[in-house]
């Protein structure tokens, strides 16, 4: 009786039975053949046609056409020496469908030697221990010339597969290959081809490795790489791997840096990159739709007309160039048991999704099997949520979601978002430490949000709202140190902050930061350092203070948690209140002074938290009208005549007041503070609101010039303003008549007469 051993694998032949772990595998007789071993520790599950693999993905006819020719003609290349092409991309990019094909074409063309496809969903198909194997078992079958070495290398030492990977590859496929090379069937089909430039048949040169990251371990997807590149350097024949990836970070370490690649001629072809990814899903949704309104069984109900070219236009734009989302799709809509019509429109959002379906089961195991090996899950989300956030005027994300900016926005270590983003490549694009992150699937942004679809991984918008809330208020913080300031900087700040706070949750970070934000210190180096900058945006410190006053006034700020913020920027306002009136009094008569400012002040009647904000409002209506005071002072310094200079500002004020929501001087002091309001009309009315009120305030001061009380006559409120603020309007008037009352003696009589009839009043020619 003859056995043989392997310790490792219990590998045992006696009496005629090979065992391996105490399971009957197959009767070989006393004596065993290496090839039948080596058979049985292939992944037969991983070849290009085996049954585990029924149906695999392909590339669409007319689809992928150029990228295929350009390996078939990497192929066809009559190189010396072995070589690599990585195909790599992100998740659901087409890589097996590409790599499946290109298999398939080198099968009928007698070029395929070997093939591995890797599944995380198969142990088989996930242990990268079975590679070398696998490899060899199709070379001897493809070479039968190379069989013998194989076979004898088995019987010889049975206990190779308990060997290195290096060893393995050395000793069953370089070995083997570089011995054939040397054979005299090869050497006369090399003379055939040479002197009579006739190929007697194709030699099977082309080795394809698909999903090599989905191999079980990083560490052996590394070890693997390895060994196929010294394997590349010893081989006799050019042998042509073709190897597919996500561009997960090891692996691009490996290729990048490993003293074997970089010695190699690698080429590379990155799908993320591919011009005409989306013109090819275009083309293959075309066809799936066409089989539908072909084959289905409701076929004679779809219109030919169906789908509308806008419907393929949007599932093309949420593929992101990504197959697996139009294959996805085409999967849910294609069911013979329900209408394909009812089901693209709950792709589309027009229908909710019964709940006993999931449209996107495919596409969710596939994210949610990348987020789930991420090391800093909870970090990961923060970013995402960044970067997915739906996107608004003013939220200042368009210019920091590079990964530097993210590290500041969520009070990160510098470094950290590179590092956590760095192994998730297959998602976005990282084009450096400052430059914006792109994520390269539309489609992720639906399954965060939703939370039956991501369950643990779902992304709660109000709590990233809340993260870049502090995030934004701590870079207008450190914006605001000596040596460092910068008022465009402060003001992208500003209004990312208020964007985000504005749909917040107050938590104790949020409530800390607020409380610990100097406001009154802020405006104050604009105003004494940055006053040209405040003229360009003479509405800035205004809507500053309105903000924070409507961010009070939100649901989320109702609770006594809130009572300390109203305190802070109770005092932050009377602040610069007094910041404001130190920087007039040398222009302005101090008499003057107290009556413009008391004008819009309201009395606060109680400390309940409904009357809070509207106390806090009113203080912000008296520091618009100091900081409009503030600035025509600036800008009317020429004069010395403080009753012209209020003629001047209120004239401001009217002309304001005439002028269409649409106006592009009114459209840029909108712009000023994006976000700042749910749309431009509620800007609009609180803007006109503050406009009639500096107008009530200053006229009674301002001087009897002839050019001025003409303006007067002629003026006319825009119809906006008359619907919107009709209360007010009513008061302004009333104090025009009043003025031109006061003035009329100095008037010409055609002027009182025009006065009297466009402001209907009846005393003046009197």
């Known amino acids: 009786m003859s056995s043989i051993l392997s310790n490792s694998q219990n590998v045992l032949i006696t009496g005629g039975q090979l065992i391996n772990n105490n399971t009957r595998i197959e009767s070989v007789g006393f004596h065993a053949n290496g090839i039948d071993i080596l058979r049985h520790r292939t992944a037969l599950s991983a070849l290009i046609d085996s049954t585990e693999r029924f149906d695999p993905p392909k590339c669409a006819p007319d689809t992928r056409v150029a990228i295929i020719q350009n390996i078939m003609d990497w192929i066809g290349r009559e190189d010396e020496c072995s070589s690599v092409i990585w195909l790599y991309g992100p998740a659901g990019s087409g890589k097996s469908a590409l790599a499946q094909t ?294 200042g994300l368009g210019n920091f979601t590079s990964p530097n900016a993210l590290d500041i926005l969520l009070f990160f270590k510098p470094g950290t978002a590179l590092l956590l983003l760095s192994d998730l490549l297959s998602l976005v694009s990282l084009g450096g430490r400052n430059t914006p992150v792109k994520i390269l699937h539309a489609s992720i942004a639906d399954y965060f949000l939703d939370r039956s679809r991501s369950g643990s991984f779902w992304i709660d918008l109000k709590t990233i709202h809340t993260h870049l809330s502090c995030g934004y208020l701590g870079r207008a913080s450190v914006i605001t140190l000596p040596y460092s300031f910068n008022p465009l900087d402060l003001h992208s700040a500003i209004s990312g902050f208020i964007s985000h706070c504005l749909n917040a949750s107050l938590t104790d970070s949020l409530e800390k930061d607020l409380c610990t934000f100097d406001l009154a210190s802020t405006c104050k180096i604009l105003i004494i350092r940055h006053k040209p900058w405040l003229v360009l945006n003479p509405f800035y410190i205004w809507f500053l203070a309105i903000s924070l006053t409507r961010i009070l006034e939100s649901k989320s700020f109702t609770s006594t948690k809130a009572k300390r913020i109203y305190v802070h920027f109770e005092n932050h306002f009377d602040a610069l209140i007094k910041v404001l009136l130190l920087q007039l009094k040398s222009s302005v008569s101090g008499n003057h002074l107290a009556v413009l400012t008391s004008a819009t002040v309201v009395k606060q009647n109680s400390r309940a938290p409904s009357s809070r904000a509207a106390y806090l409002s009113s203080k912000a209506q008296k520091l618009a009208l100091l900081c409009q005071l503030f600035y025509w002072d600036y800008g009317s310094s020429f004069s010395f005549d403080i009753n012209f200079r209020y003629a001047e500002a209120t004239k401001q004020c009217l002309a304001f007041l005439c002028s269409d929501p649409e106006n592009l001087q009114v459209r840029h002091a909108l712009r000023q503070f994006p976000n700042s309001y749910a749309d431009h009309s509620d800007a609009w009315k609180k803007l006109s609101e503050a406009h009639l009120d500096y107008a009530s305030a200053i006229l009674p001061f301002a001087a009897s010039d002839s050019y001025f009380v003409e303006f007067l006559v002629d003026f006319t409120f825009s119809a906006s303003v008359v619907k919107s603020c009709s209360n007010k309007v009513d008061i302004l008037r009333t104090n025009i008549t009043a003025y031109l009352r006061a003035v009329r003696q100095y008037l010409r009589p055609d002027i009182l007469t025009k006065a009297e009839n466009n402001w209907n009043i009846s005393s003046l020619t009197c």
């Open 102 to 395: 290109v298999a398939e074409i080198c099968e009928k063309q007698h070029r395929l030697l070997a093939s591995f496809f890797f599944s995380r969903t198969a142990p088989s198909r996930s242990d990268g221990r079975l590679l070398v194997a696998t490899l060899a078992y199709q070379l001897s079958i493809a070479l039968p010339s190379t069989r013998r070495s194989i076979q004898e290398c088995v019987e010889e030492d049975p206990t190779i597969f308990d060997r290195s990977n290096e060893s393995q590859m050395a000793r069953l496929f370089v070995d083997p290959i570089n011995r054939f090379s040397r054979s005299w069937m090869h050497n006369i089909s090399n003379f055939t081809k040479q002197y009579t430039g006739c190929v007697i048949a194709y030699e099977p040169r082309v080795v394809v490795i698909d999903g090599l990251d989905e191999c079980h371990d990083f560490r052996v997807q590394i070890n693997l790489l390895s060994v196929i590149g010294e394997a590349v350097e010893r081989l006799k024949l050019p042998i042509k791997f073709i190897i597919s990836s996500r561009p997960e970070s090891h692996i691009l370490r490996v290729f990048n840096h490993h003293s074997t690649f970089r010695a190699l001629d690698i080429l590379t072809i990155n799908l993320a990159t591919e011009n005409d990814s989306h013109r090819d899903i275009r083309v293959f949704l075309q066809m799936q739709f066409e089989e539908i309104r072909r084959t289905h069984p409701l076929r004679s109900y779809l219109l030919e007309t169906w789908p509308r070219p806008e419907a393929i236009r949007e599932l093309v734009r949420k593929s992101s160039g990504q197959f697996i989302y139009a294959s996805t799709v085409i999967k849910y809509i294609q069911s013979p048991k329900h209408r394909p019509d009812d089901r693209l429109a709950v792709i589309l959002g027009l229908y909710p999704a019964p709940s006993h379906e999931a449209p996107f089961a495919e596409l969710d195991a596939l994210y949610s099997h990348i987020f789930s090996s991420v090391y800093d899950i909870q970090s990961v989300l923060k970013i995402f949520g960044a970067l997915i956030i739906p996107r608004s005027k003013g939220d």
